[in-house]
């Protein structure tokens, strides 16, 4: 997923997914929101610590480039 498919799918400007990347900015928990939504995922989903079976494992679902997406931004929060 590129950062313009994210922010597409989460309502929000591509501009702000790159500042998140780059950790310019914090994002709300509304925006969390937004981008777990664009990602297919919940918020609990999101900041939860529990291991899923591997069947069940949103994460293992992901391609390379939504993996390495996804470490960016939680790198940048």
Excluded: H
């Excluded at 590129?2 to 400007?13: D, E, F, H, P």
């Excluded at 709300?28 to 069947?55: A, Q």
């Amino acid at each position: 997923m590129t950062q313009n498919a994210l922010a597409y799918q989460a309502g929000v400007s591509p501009t702000y997914i790159y500042q998140l990347e780059r950790g310019e900015k914090n994002p709300t928990i509304e925006y969390i929101d937004n981008i777990c939504w664009g990602l297919g995922i919940s918020i609990e989903e999101f900041f939860s610590t529990k291991k899923e079976r591997p069947e069940t494992d949103k994460l293992s679902a992901l391609t390379p480039e939504q993996k390495q997406l996804l470490n960016q931004f939680l790198n940048s929060l």
